[in-house]
């Protein structure tokens, strides 16, 4: 029987954000290369998306990335950068079929101008949809990020646009990439890893946290349903007691 069946649709998370992590451990098991990895890794970003949407999440952030991800080896990132390229390309379908927004969040100024072209034309084209926002984190760094918003706000008290006394968690939130989004509710990390990352690091300040040993291209709508079901248990408390919350 599905775990579906077990889940609470009125207890769905607001905003989901994945570690998409085990494509080359993937390949490297099955004796191919790490690039086929990243393409069998395609493939279960497709699939959640969907499953995603369908369950009702309204935010979908993946980490698909990093800043740190410029120094792997040359080969493996002109393929990533390929890989999404024509991913953008196929999946535009699927975005307007399931009425999904796209977003992207990072430095993106540093993707190749191709990657850029394409990831802006599919933002433009989805950009009327509202049944689910799906971002992708690309050169992303929560580091950098933060340090990017420190300037920015720094740069407004410097002209008073801002006072010092005005800045609080709203206006930090405000200069950050993911502005227009809700904290998150769960991150899922896949491949035994239990770290974050450089992830969002300011957005899961009150996040559940789901592991699993599950390579990425293998991560199939069950491990998904398995992680919701994980996070429906939990009593959620924001800092108060098992007692405040339950009055």
Request: charged content about 25%.
């Amino acid at each position: 029987m599905s775990l579906l069946n077990n889940i609470d649709k009125n207890n769905i998370p607001n905003h989901l954000a994945i570690i998409m992590d085990g494509n080359g451990r993937w390949a490297k098991q099955k004796g191919l290369l790490r690039t086929i990895g990243h393409e069998g890794g395609t493939k279960s970003v497709k699939k959640t998306v969907e499953c995603c949407a369908k369950l009702g999440i309204k935010n979908l952030t993946l980490y698909a990335f990093s800043t740190e991800n410029w120094n792997r080896p040359k080969l493996e990132v002109d393929t990533l950068m390929k890989l999404l390229i024509s991913s953008l390309k196929k999946e535009l379908k699927t975005l307007q079929e399931n009425n999904i927004k796209l977003n992207a969040i990072g430095n993106l100024t540093n993707l190749p101008s191709k990657v850029q072209r394409e990831l802006n034309e599919v933002i433009s084209k989805t950009s009327t949809n509202n049944r689910m926002t799906l971002t992708l984190a690309l050169s992303y760094g929560s580091r950098e990020e933060i340090i990017q918003a420190v300037k920015k706000i720094s740069d407004k008290v410097k002209n008073n646009i801002i006072s010092n006394e005005a800045i609080d968690e709203s206006i930090i939130n405000q200069h950050l990439y993911t502005q227009d989004l809700p904290d998150v509710d769960l991150v899922i990390r896949t491949s035994g890893e239990h770290r974050i990352s450089n992830f969002l690091l300011w957005q899961i300040a009150y996040a559940e946290f789901y592991f699993t040993d599950v390579l990425w291209p293998d991560f199939s709508e069950e491990n998904l349903y398995e992680a919701i079901v994980s996070y429906q248990k939990r009593e959620r408390r924001f800092g108060k007691t098992s007692e405040q919350i339950s009055k």
